[in-house]
């Protein structure tokens, strides 16, 4: 996070991280648009109108991906064999 302009001396990390926020995207979720309200009331942390354009302008354009994945066992061709279950190695 200290990629995020006024980060940089740690305080609203630590701050974010006593309240379970410890990623960007778990920051941008807990926002939902209203940096300013977020900071005020669940960080406790006031800061300068300019500096939260700035971390605004900032979380948006971290991009948020969802990722799903599964693990199965394949034969020698990599076609999936189904309901098998898998070895270890």
């Known amino acids: 996070m200290i990629n995020i302009p006024g980060f940089e001396d740690g305080e609203i990390i630590r701050k974010l991280a006593k ?14 648009g209203d940096i300013k309200q977020f900071m005020d009331k669940e960080v406790n942390h006031r800061l300068p109108v300019e500096d939260l ?11 948020i991906v969802q990722l799903k994945y599964s693990i199965a066992k394949t034969d020698s061709q990599e076609k999936i064999l189904v309901d098998e279950l898998l070895e270890e190695g």
């Open 19 to 32: 309240i379970g926020v410890l990623y960007l995207p778990q920051l941008i979720e807990r926002c939902k």
């Open 53 to 63: 354009k700035e971390i605004f302008k900032a979380l948006e354009k971290v991009p």
